[in-house]
């Protein structure tokens, strides 16, 4: 049992803007407890006033302060924990701190660099190393993903979450046992064998987490998540199991509201906005103080799912993010008191060892007819129940591979069961009987079979027949090989003879070894593989599978409206640079994979040259009448030295090719999910341009909501450009989806406006009726197969105006005053649009489309 306190730690995340010096100093001099120390800025102090305290002291175990990096935070914090639970414990790490002071940052890392991957990628990668070089023991892991959110648990691995929002899926219960220990019913447990399916298994809960998110329910800074790491471990041969659990915790924002206008009072009164934070911070108060033996943990779904974590089972530690800018002050201090808090609680951890319960069931069952053998031999008394048929097949077998067993010492060995023995006797006589008439002629099975003279079965014959010529294949072999070895034995002779040179040959029958030991040339197959992975583009992740498996056809304007969105945004930058370095690491792994592939002909030259060394040395011994068999040969030295510096680099290249390979794992994983979340916001935003788009159209004194007044003022430059390029060249928008549409329920007048204009009612006018063509989704391709021949234009720069009152392209070419195209300013690009209205309204009238 290891007793130990709650470890706590505190990261400072890096600061925007350059901060007025003083806010916050770390004090590192004491041995092994660092402190730090929160100068309040006189003016806000003055809104303490019942603290005359200017500044906080708190102690944490150490400080990482804003330079520090994701690697030190791993190796300081997360390693420890990931060995104890190596070796059986249970450990927890949480991130606790305000929104946005980096606690998803630390736990699961930046979305843009591989080197800000956090520390769940990090622990993954060392625990499947460790494993990997464990060979004493058969480790299973499996991995599980829990978000809480409002009190319920979801599941963030199930499969059916990208088919709906959170509230769709089964929510997570929680089942207390007889003994009081905690299920969770509904929480799948995904099986990983490698890294990288864990890995996968990470970023699909993350996904999956970001597409059930909308903006009314901010499920990432409120909602808590708890990756979770099982291991189970066993020595082969025992009974032995052990279990660990690894939480890794990313807890919901701390903030809290004050009440407002009490000054002085703010500290102490604050509340958390989030409710299940309280009844944390209720547990670990009651935790911390002595005497108390009702420790409130079933009052919140997070502290019952933690019980262990708090106070229990486990090696628990705390990472305090703090952002310590003037304005998040109190937001820092109440952080560093919760955590000071946390500091107190004790756990007292133990190793979860569990007998398998079918090893034992078979130890019993053994066991029990061992004591029925020796109580039918010391009562005397014999069973007289009929051998069952599995009995006596097992008996049959057992007879038949004595009788095989060429030793003449082997024994049958039945026990002291009558029964048994008289079936022996019984079966023994059957099998004489079968076998006397051929005995007579033949003494050699084998051969009578061939005569037909044994009513062998039919399948028996075709096995022995089968095995025969295996063993005619062998020796054949065999042979081959002798005579080989004898010719190159000559061959040699002949060499020495007449001169001292030779000609290189293929050894690769040669039974002489002194090549590669056996693990590297496992590493050497698996290098292939990896080679292979590598060069290959459709290397793909289950998790990138599932992304592009869904994948749903946009139309074409909506492609186009995409490829504008995407080029404004800052998430396709991050894209753009991952692929540079993915290409960049493609490039690296393929170059790699060539060094080692020639690294690996070298050290098969060197064996080969080696093994031709000491054939030659044989010889000589053979002719000089064995001298210098003993003595070493230089220059097979240098050549085995050599061999050995080529395994080395060898060794190396192949380390590095896998490092490689996590990363371009990691970077694609990273990409995928970029992606997917730029399409997730290209969609909001594209219905927010729909609605936008008919608000304009609306007369100034129709009815608005306030919400969809708010959205409105929200619209960005971006969006206001961006509404005139959609315009210029979008169809209209289709029918929001249904997450979209509960997001607008509210707005219902713009929506239903939106749905007559879809379907607007004929027109006689013949330019109305064409842009209706044009404008409804529902015109089939072959109509719009035109525009698609037309370059779209480019989009319009941040500083490039438009007239405000610019002529409209369709009503020069038509005549009629539609509004739906303007001039964009550019003469190159108006003269476009109109030569391809031109050809659009000539094709359409060909076609007598026009005027329908
Ligand atoms: P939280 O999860 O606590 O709300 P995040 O981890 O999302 O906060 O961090 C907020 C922002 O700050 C993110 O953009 C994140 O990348 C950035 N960030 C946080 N911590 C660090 C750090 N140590 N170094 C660099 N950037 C950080
Ligand atoms: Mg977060």
């Known amino acids: 049992m290891v007793k130990q306190t709650i470890q706590i730690f505190a990261r400072v995340k890096p600061t925007s803007r350059k901060q007025p010096q003083g806010i916050y100093s770390v004090d590192e001099d004491e041995k092994s407890v660092a402190a730090l120390e929160i100068i309040l ?50 450990g927890t790490i949480f991130a606790y701190g305000q929104t946005g002071s980096g606690k998803t940052f630390t736990i699961t890392g930046g979305a843009e660099r591989y080197s800000d991957r956090g520390i769940i990628p990090r ?8 494993l990997q070089k464990d060979s004493r023991k058969m480790y299973t892991t499996h991995i599980s993903y829990l978000e809480i959110y409002n009190e319920c648990g979801y599941d963030l691995l199930d499969p059916r979450h990208e088919a709906s929002s959170l509230e769709d899926l089964p929510k997570v219960t929680i089942l207390e046992d007889p003994d009081q220990n905690i299920h969770l019913k509904n929480l799948s447990l995904q099986q990983a064998t490698t890294e990288e399916e864990a890995l996968n298994l990470l970023f699909l809960g993350d996904t999956n987490r970001m597409i059930a998110e909308t903006p009314m329910n901010q499920a990432s800074t409120r909602s808590h998540c708890i990756f979770t790491v099982h291991i189970s471990s066993k020595e082969p041969g025992s009974a032995i199991v052990r279990h660990a659990k690894l939480h890794l915790v990313d807890l919901a924002g701390s903030e809290r509201v004050a009440k407002t ?6 500290l102490t009164e604050a509340k958390y906005i989030n409710l299940s934070l309280h009844y944390l911070e209720q547990v670990i108060i009651a935790l911390a103080e002595k005497h108390r033996s009702h420790i409130p943990y079933r009052n919140s779904m997070m502290t019952n799912v933690l019980r262990d974590s708090l106070g229990g089972n486990c090696m628990t530690t705390m990472i305090a993010t703090l952002s310590l800018e003037k304005r998040n002050i109190d937001e820092s201090i109440s952080t560093c008191r919760f955590a000071q808090r946390v500091a107190l609680i004790k756990n007292e951890a133990v190793l979860n060892e569990e007998i398998d319960p079918r090893l034992t069931i078979i130890r019993l069952k053994k066991e029990i007819q061992e004591l029925k053998d020796e109580l039918a031999i010391v009562t005397g008394e014999q069973r007289t129940e009929e051998l069952t048929q599995v009995e006596l097949d097992k008996l049959e077998e057992q007879i038949r591979s004595f009788l095989e ?37 033949e003494p050699s099975p084998e051969i009578k079979d061939q005569d037909g003279e044994v009513p062998l079965k039919e399948e028996e014959f075709k096995k022995l027949r089968d095995i025969l010529k295996q063993r005619d294949n062998e020796i054949n072999i065999l042979v081959n090989m002798l005579k080989k070895e004898k010719k190159k034995v000559q061959d040699m002779f002949n060499q020495q003879n007449t001169s001292r040179g030779g000609t290189r040959q293929s050894l690769s029958a040669s039974p002489l070894s002194g090549g590669l030991d056996d693990s590297s040339k496992v590493s050497i197959s698996s290098t292939s593989k990896l080679i292979r992975d590598g060069n290959s583009l459709d290397y793909r992740s289950a998790f990138h599978r599932r992304k ?41 792994a393929k170059a790699l994979g060539e060094s080692i592939n020639e690294v690996r002909s070298k050290i098969g030259h060197l064996k080969e040259e080696i093994n031709q060394r000491q054939m030659q040395r044989v010889a000589l011994s053979i002719t000089d ?15 085995r030295s050599k061999m050995e510096e080529e395994k080395k680099s060898y060794k190396k290249m192949f380390t590095h090719l896998k490092g490689l390979k996590v990363e371009i794992e990691h970077l694609q994983l990273l990409m995928e999910k970029a992606k997917v979340k730029l399409k997730k916001e290209f969609e909001v935003w594209w219905i927010e341009e729909a609605i936008n788009l008919q608000k304009k159209s609306l007369p100034a004194n129709s009815l608005r909501t306030p919400e969809s007044r708010h959205q409105q003022q929200s619209q960005s430059h971006l ?11 979008m169809p209209s928008p289709p029918p929001p989806s249904r997450n979209q549409r509960s997001r607008c329920s509210n707005s219902s007048v713009e929506e239903s406006d939106l749905i007559s204009k879809k379907n607007p009612p004929p027109s006689p006018l013949p330019s109305r009726s064409f842009e209706n063509k044009f404008n409804n989704p529902n015109v089939e391709e072959s109509d719009l197969t035109p525009r698609s021949k037309v370059p779209s234009p480019p989009p319009p720069s941040r500083n490039q105006t438009y007239p405000p009152d610019s002529l409209y392209l369709e009503e020069r070419v038509l005549g009629s005053p539609s509004p739906s195209i303007p001039f964009t300013g550019d003469s190159q690009t108006d003269n476009d649009i109109l030569a391809f209205l031109k050809a659009r309204q000539s094709l359409l009238q060909k076609k007598g489309l026009a005027n329908n």
């Open 405 to 441: 067993d060429q030793d003449p010492e082997s024994r049958l060995e039945v026990g002291s069961d009558m029964r048994k023995i008289h079936h022996c006797f019984h079966y023994l006589k059957k099998l004489l009987s079968e076998r006397k008439i051929p005995e007579k002629s």
């Open 719 to 729: 969006a206001n450009k961006s509404e005139l390029i959609s315009r210029k060249i």
């Open 548 to 588: 592009t498996g869904k994948k749903e056809e946009m139309s074409l304007g909506r492609q186009e409206a995409f490829e504008i969105f995407k080029q404004d945004h800052a998430d396709s930058i991050t894209i753009e640079d991952n692929k540079q370095i993915l290409r960049q690491r493609f490039s690296e």
């Open 261 to 266: 206008g009490v000054g002085g009072q703010l």
């Open 625 to 639: 009448n064995a001298v210098g068999d003993q003595e070493l040969d230089p220059v097979e030295e240098k050549l």
């Open 123 to 130: 622990t993954l990668s060392y625990i499947f190393e460790q």
């Open 41 to 90: 800025p006189r003016d806000l102090a003055e809104g303490f006033v019942n603290n005359k305290r200017e500044s906080y002291k708190f102690k944490f175990q150490r400080i990482f302060d804003q330079e520090s990096k994701q690697e030190d935070i791993f190796d300081i914090i997360a390693k420890p924990v990931a060995e104890s639970v190596l070796s059986g414990y249970n």
